[in-house]
C-alpha cells in the first residue's frame, strides 16, 4: 500500500513487520565527507522540506527542486547533533545543539547569528524538542542532564499576548533560560521526547538503558495556562 506515488511506498512484509521503500527520483547531495547524524522534516512545508544536520553544518533541502535552500556554515563550532522544526506559527524558526555544548535558535530566514544561545550542558548536546506549547524546549545531553528552557520571546503565544483585563496587574513573567534541571540519569542522554497525549509529560532515556518520566512542575505549567 502506498504512502506517496511520487517518494515512496509502504510494503508488508510476510514476517509482519513493514519497511519503506524510497524510490529516487533525484537526490539531494550534502558535501563530500560530511558526516549527516540527524534529519527533520519541516511541518510548514507539507513534506516538500527537509533538514540535516552534517559535520557542524544545518541544510534544509527543497525535495520538489532536490535543491539546497538554506545553509547554515558552523553553525555550531563542533559536531551538530540535532534539530528541529516544530514549532506551531513560527514557521522559519529552528532550533539545533551540538557538541559545543550549546543550543542555538536560528531564524532560517536570515543565518548570519543566532536569535538566541544557550550554553546549559557541560558536554554535548544530543537531542533537542519543543513542547506543543512551544515556549517551552527540552535537551539531552552526555552530562546525564535534561533542561527544561523557557523561550517565551520566539514562542508563538507569548506571555505579552495573555490578554490581561485594564487595570489589572501585570502577570509576573518567568525568565527566559533554564526552568529546571532533571538529574535521574546517570549515562549520557541520547533522546528526549513529549507526550502528544498530555503536553506536561515527557521521557527520556539514557545510554545505560534508563527510561526516566517526568512532568513539568505545576508551577510552571499554572504560570503558562493561567
Known sequence: SGI???????????????????EKHGSCELPKRSSPVALRWNPH????????????????????????????????????RDLELLILIRQYYMVTCGDDCATRFWDTRNCTSPLL????????????????????????????????????????????????????????????????????????VYSVAWSTVDPWLFASLSNDGRLVLNKVSKEIKFNIIL
Open 4 to 22: 506517496n506515488a511520487e517518494y515512496g511506498a509502504i510494503l508488508p512484509l510476510s514476517s509482519g513487520m513493514w519497511t519503506v521503500r524510497y
Open 45 to 80: 512545508s507539507n513534506g516538500n522540506q527537509v533538514g540535516v544536520a552534517s559535520d557542524q553544518h544545518i541544510r534544509l533541502h527543497d525535495l520538489r527542486s532536490m535543491k539546497c535552500t538554506t545553509i547554515l556554515d558552523n553553525a555550531h563550532s563542533q559536531t551538530a
Open 117 to 188: 544561545s544557550f550554553t546549559n550542558h557541560s558536554h554535548w548536546v544530543w537531542k533537542v524538542r519543543y513542547n506543543l506549547r512551544d515556549q517551552l524546549l527540552l535537551s539531552g545531553g552526555s552530562d546525564s542532564k535534561v533542561v527544561l528552557l523557557n523561550v517565551p520571546s520566539l514562542a508563538s503565544e507569548t506571555l505579552d499576548s495573555c490578554g490581561e483585563d485594564e487595570g489589572e496587574e501585570p502577570k509576573e513573567k518567568m525568565r527566559e533560560g533554564v526552568l529546571e534541571e532533571y538529574d535521574k540519569h546517570e549515562d549520557s
